[in-house]
């Protein structure tokens, strides 16, 4: 079933955002695979004639949720130490937001293309939404130096996080 016309609102009432890492290096077994949430955000996502989709996040709203693997559990200070690290040297604070080009049926779902602005750069991003069972789901690559961010490293660079994170959204159509 295509997604039904109409004007969706999206945000952490309704939704979730998020963004998972994975690592590389020497020492990537030291290192976790991370799911941050994005905690403040807000879309609108418009279906019909003029399809639209529009998305602000908050920058400094970003928390990690979890760390997969790594040599011992990540813990409550090692997470604020990594918000700490978004904030001051990945994001910088810098606004995140997407204005889409343009919104297609494709399928289940829709094709969307816009313009993603992130570390102070806007770039074009192609992604795919589907619908099933009343929820929206959809993800995107997005490689961090296409935006002049520079991917986090440890130990001199041998531990890094991957170029290329995954940005996710699930969300409840009513």
């Not at 011992?72 to 995140?96: E, G, N, P, W, Y």
């Not at 660079?157 to 009513?174: F, Q, R, T």
Request: proline content about 2%; glycine content about 10%.
């Amino acid at each position: 079933m295509a997604i039904q016309a109409g004007t969706y609102k999206l945000g952490p009432d309704n939704a979730s955002l998020h963004v998972e890492t994975g690592r590389n290096g020497a020492a990537a077994k030291a290192g976790h695979d991370l799911t941050i949430d994005v905690q403040s955000w807000e879309a609108t996502l418009d279906v019909g004639d003029n399809s639209s989709l529009q998305l602000s996040a908050d920058p400094t709203s970003l928390h990690v949720r979890e760390g997969k693997g790594g040599m011992q559990a990540l813990k409550d200070d090692d997470k604020a130490d990594i918000r700490k690290t978004i904030d001051k040297d990945v994001l910088k604070k810098k606004s995140i937001s997407f204005q889409s080009t343009s919104v297609e049926q494709a399928g289940d779902g829709l094709k969307v293309s816009g313009d993603l602005e992130m570390g102070g750069k806007t770039k074009p991003v192609t992604f795919d939404l589907s619908e099933s069972g009343g929820t929206l789901s959809g993800s995107a690559a997005v490689k961090q130096s296409d935006w002049g961010i520079k991917p986090y490293s440890a130990l001199f660079g041998a531990l890094k996080v991957n170029d290329e994170v995954k940005v996710v959204v699930e969300a409840k159509l009513s």
